[in-house]
């Protein structure tokens, strides 16, 4: 029972560079969200995806793309990384829209220099 | 401005003794409300959802009540243990992309 997987867990960047984050999960679960985790602001949503190929903004989306080509896959790309980005990420997923519990990952700390 | 607050401080209590952790909101109406734990260096574990038309939900040595009214839910833990211990989670949701959370509680049961 794998569950929800990120990697990798721990990742040391600098300024400009483009970073991805995998997400992948094992239960089919349609729905798939990035949170990024400060402190003083708790869990804050970056995007989410309703189901393969369908995405959309959360609160704090500039700077990250994100696609979702297979349901079990939700990679998060911050394409030129800023300092303001180093943050702990966790990937969550939730079996539908009537099923609210989010299943998280163990998350994945980067830090931009 | 809408606001989620829970007690930034930590809560120290005995072991034996129950917990009772806060959650405040302000400016919105949710559809339901979590309660999430989440231990050092690890994602958040979903304990309890409660729904806004419900006043208590119980598990196990668990117990949350949702006050609409007051704005309030209060998150119990009756005869708390070492294990225990941890950073517990309010989050308040409409859907299922539409979940805000607070910054959480640190919970430190004493032996």
Redesign the interface.
């Known amino acids: 029972d794998a569950g929800i997987t990120q990697s990798p867990r721990y990742k040391i960047t600098e300024t400009g560079r483009q970073v991805t984050l995998m997400c992948h999960q094992t239960w089919s679960h349609s729905?798939m969200?990035w949170?990024r985790q400060d402190l003083?602001?708790?869990?804050?949503?970056i995007y989410?995806s309703?189901a393969a190929d369908i995405t959309?903004k959360?609160e704090v989306p500039d700077g990250y793309v994100v696609s979702r080509s297979k349901t079990e896959n939700f990679p998060l790309t911050l394409e030129s990384a800023t300092r303001s980005q180093t943050s702990v990420y966790?990937c969550?997923s939730?079996e539908?829209?009537r099923?609210?519990?989010?299943?998280?990952?163990?998350?994945s700390r980067l830090t931009v220099l | 401005s809408q606001k989620?607050e829970q007690n930034s401080e930590a809560l120290n209590i005995q072991e034996g003794k129950t917990a009772t952790l806060t959650c405040n909101y302000t400016n919105y109406s949710p559809a339901?409300l979590?309660w999430?734990r989440q231990d050092p260096?690890?994602?958040?574990?979903?304990l309890l959802?409660i729904r806004e038309n419900e006043k208590e939900k119980r598990k196990e040595r668990l117990k949350v009540t949702f006050d609409t009214t007051l704005k309030q839910s209060l998150f119990h833990i009756t005869a708390s243990q070492p294990a225990d211990s941890a950073t517990y989670?309010c989050?308040l949701?409409w859907?299922?992309?539409k979940?805000t959370?607070?910054?959480?509680t640190k919970l430190q049961v004493i032996p």
């Open positions: 729905y969200f949170y003083g602001h708790g869990l804050r949503l989410y309703a959309d959360g966790f969550a939730s539908s829209e099923v609210w519990e989010l299943f998280f990952g163990e998350g | 989620i339901y979590q999430y260096g690890r994602g958040p574990v979903f959802l989670l989050a949701g859907g299922y992309q979940v959370f607070g910054t959480g």
